[in-house]
Structure formats: C-alpha cells, structure tokens
C-alpha cells in the first residue's frame, strides 16, 4: 500500500479538528458547569411566604421521610455545598435551585443532565411550587408541603 503525501495531509488535518473539537467540548462542559453553580443567590424569603417543606419520599439517600425546610433559597445536587446534597449519579453537580418569589416559591432547572419533573411532568427553565406537588431531582422524589 502506497501513502500518498496529499493522505498524509488529511490525515493530519483530521486529527487537528477532532483534538480541536474534543477541546470544544470540554471547555463548554466547564463553562456549563460554572455558570450553574456562579448565579447569584435569590432575595430572602419574603414575609407573605408560607413556610413549607421538601419532604423526601423515594429515591437514593438522604432517607425517605426525611424533611427540608423551605427557610430561603436552596439548591438540589450533588455537590458538598448544595443546601440538599444527594450523593447520586443521576443528579447533577447543581442540578435545581428551589428560590422564594413573589409570595410563592419558584423550581429552576439548571441546565441538568438528567432533568428534572414536577408532577411527573419533564421541565426545563422555571416552574411554580404548590402544596402537594411532587418534585424528582435525578432519581430522588421530594413532595413539597
């Protein structure tokens, strides 16, 4: 078999875009990942705000039964420093922000990996929390009360 220069130089340039386009990939998964986890936090909780809570009722750890106050602004992940931190693969590094506003209580999706659904109900950007309604972040279903 005979390689030909002009092979060579495809080849070439054919390993330079996909060692550039693997180097796309990775610095749109760091940014990805730092714009969800450098939003600002959200106003305190505003006093016409009912107190509620996210009870957990299925899914990996933390324990079913377990409760979570809904006292200010929290995010649902797997990070450490997440309010709510499940140590699941199914859930992303900072996958929900749960945020006081308007009176009301408000869920954002924050671009996760595996989604997130309210009522059974697939979302993405933000939805409205009610009494009763049930939240899964990954694997791990909470109920708001």
């Known amino acids: 078999m005979v390689v030909t220069e002009l092979t060579l130089w495809v080849a070439r ?3 330079l875009a996909l060692m550039y386009g693997f180097l ?3 610095v749109w998964a760091v940014l990805a990942d730092a714009r969800a986890t450098a939003r600002p936090a959200r106003a305190a909780v ?3 705000a009912a107190l509620r809570t996210l009870v957990v009722t299925g899914g990996t750890p933390p324990e079913n039964g377990r409760s979570f106050p809904l006292l200010g602004p929290l995010d649902i992940g797997r ?3 997440c309010a709510i931190s499940i140590p699941s693969r199914f859930i992303s590094k900072v996958h929900v922000r749960i945020y006081p506003h308007n009176g009301g209580w408000m869920v954002e999706d924050l671009q996760s990996t595996n989604g997130s659904a309210l009522n059974g109900d697939p ?3 933000t939805r409205a929390l009610r009494p009763g309604d049930h939240l899964t972040v990954g694997d791990t279903e909470f ?3």
């Open 143 to 145: 109920t708001v009360q």
């Open 46 to 48: 505003p006093a016409s």
């Open 79 to 81: 990070e450490p420093t």
């Open 123 to 125: 979302f993405t950007g």
């Open 24 to 26: 796309l990939l990775v």
């Open 13 to 15: 340039f054919g390993m």
